[in-house]
């Protein structure tokens, strides 16, 4: 099946992760629409396929899409993603990622697309009761981000049940990291993730990186999070997508290192790696932060056969620097 050319919509496909699966996807032989707005994407980042530019609430768009392309699996990265802005900002996260999302999932349905692959998040999870987490862990988010990504993993078993439409929701812990050809990377507009911006204080573009949370009941004080390569996420999807297109049942899978690491840890590990101080300040806690998010990926290993190539979390602060090095290069 992996060498048959399928034809995958990629919502989403200019932003961090979707570029990354977008690229392995046509590395991997098959044909790819991108459907994205642009709104936290970028144009540069779509470095193949055919860029449809529009929005996934946009029923019209949709349905023009789906008639003249045979689409066989969506693939859906199109959310807002940052805990911090749900929070003061709840409902533009539940209509951006739950509204819309219907509107994709009915025009799906409309058009008889069977398979869907989800960006879904640790995030669903809330504070954990056992560490490392697994998927059957009790889902109670703490934040609305959390809450929409949960509201549709609902939809889509509900949409299993009445539709037969088969879904992989990937329950990602923290993407990090960027492709080895340092083309495309990490790159949020304000950027509000750890490592990027640490990586923006190690260069000079920042003066100092904010420590959100100094008195979380962990080691150092700080959260623990488990960072997972963006090209290992996207293995994962080409992975669920064989699978669903050998007709594999509905599944949820989490993905992550299952490795944990502080926020002072990631610090100290990307000074090691850039060879610059990085300036700290200590600053509250984030609202809506669970203190520690570690995975157990056990499930995706054993049923799919994932093996995450990045184990180290200093290759994949490397990955990352490469590309932030060439990116502010280009800039300049
Ligand atoms: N964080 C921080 N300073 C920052 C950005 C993030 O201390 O400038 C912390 C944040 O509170 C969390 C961890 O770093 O504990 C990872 O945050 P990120 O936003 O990268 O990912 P999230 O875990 O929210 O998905």
Redesign the pocket.
């Known amino acids: 099946m992996p060498n048959k050319k399928k034809t995958i919509l990629v919502v989403g496909g200019a932003g961090y992760i979707g570029s990354h699966m977008v690229r392995k996807l046509i590395r991997g032989n098959h044909a790819v629409v991108v459907l994205d707005n642009l709104s936290t994407g970028n144009r540069k980042l779509i470095q193949g396929g055919e860029f449809v530019p529009g929005d996934l609430g946009d029923r019209k768009t949709l349905d023009q899409l789906f008639s003249s392309h045979a689409i066989d699996a969506v693939m859906h990265f199109a959310a807002f993603?940052?805990?911090?802005e749900s929070m003061h900002h709840p409902l533009k996260y539940y209509r951006n990622n739950i509204a819309a999302t219907i509107t994709l999932l009915d025009a799906m349905v409309r058009h008889s697309v069977k398979h869907f692959i989800f960006s879904s998040?640790?995030?669903v999870y809330g504070e954990p009761e056992a560490i490392p987490i697994i998927e059957d862990h009790p889902c109670i988010p703490t934040n609305p981000y959390g809450n929409t990504k949960l509201a549709v993993e609902r939809m889509l078993a509900d949409c299993d049940a009445a539709h037969d439409l088969k879904y992989v929701a990937l329950r990602y812990f923290?993407a990090?990291g960027a492709d080895g050809s340092g083309e495309i990377g990490e790159m949020h507009d304000p950027e509000?993730?750890?490592?990027p911006?640490?990586l923006q204080a190690a260069s000079g573009q920042r003066d100092h990186?904010?420590?959100?949370?100094t008195d979380y009941p962990t080691t150092d004080g700080?959260?623990?999070?488990d960072y997972v390569h963006v090209n290992d996420l996207a293995q994962a999807h080409l992975l669920a997508l064989d699978a669903l297109l050998e007709g594999a049942g509905s599944a949820v899978y989490n993905l992550g290192s299952s490795k944990g690491y502080s926020?002072r840890e990631?610090i100290g590990k990307a000074e090691a790696v850039t060879g610059h101080k990085i300036p700290v300040m200590e600053?509250p806690?984030?609202a809506g932060?669970p203190a520690i998010?570690i995975a157990s990926s056990d499930r995706i290993k054993k049923e799919l056969g994932w093996k995450p190539v990045y184990d180290d979390l200093g290759a994949i602060i490397e990955s990352a620097w490469n590309w932030h090095t060439k990116e502010r290069a280009a800039r300049a």
Request: charged residues 15%; proline residues 0%; aromatic residues 4%.
């Open positions: 993603s940052q805990v911090g998040t640790a995030a923290n990090a509000t993730h750890l490592i911006i640490v990186i904010q420590v959100f949370g700080t959260c623990i999070r926020v990631v600053a806690r984030r932060d998010l």
